[in-house]
């Protein structure tokens, strides 16, 4: 039993090579955002405040999302959810 089977598949090796970079580039941002939040400000408080604010969004619309992707082409929603992630994350560029 290996436990890395799972990657003889091409596709799957696809979707885990772009997860991988999609969380990479997520994650940094994320700790880019923290970091500058806490250089301007100095305040542990504000820090904390900001992250809670940043997960409201999932909070709110994860039922909503949840029931709409079951019922409609979930690789339509990833490459279209994926696209706005990307734009969003360039923005600030």
């Not at 949840?66 to 019922?71: A, I, K, L, P």
Request: proline fraction near 2%; aromatic fraction near 16%.
């Amino acid at each position: 039993m290996s436990i890395f089977r799972s990657l003889r598949h091409y596709n799957y090796r696809l979707f885990f090579t772009g997860q991988a970079i999609s969380l990479i580039g997520t994650w940094m941002q994320r700790v880019a955002i923290s970091w500058l939040v806490y250089r301007l400000t100095g305040s542990a408080f504000l820090l904390g405040l900001i992250t809670f604010l940043s997960l409201i969004p999932s909070l709110v619309l994860a039922p909503y999302a949840g029931s709409y992707v079951d019922r409609h082409n979930k690789y339509k929603i990833l490459i279209i959810t994926q696209v706005i992630l990307m734009l969003q994350a360039g923005h600030w560029l």
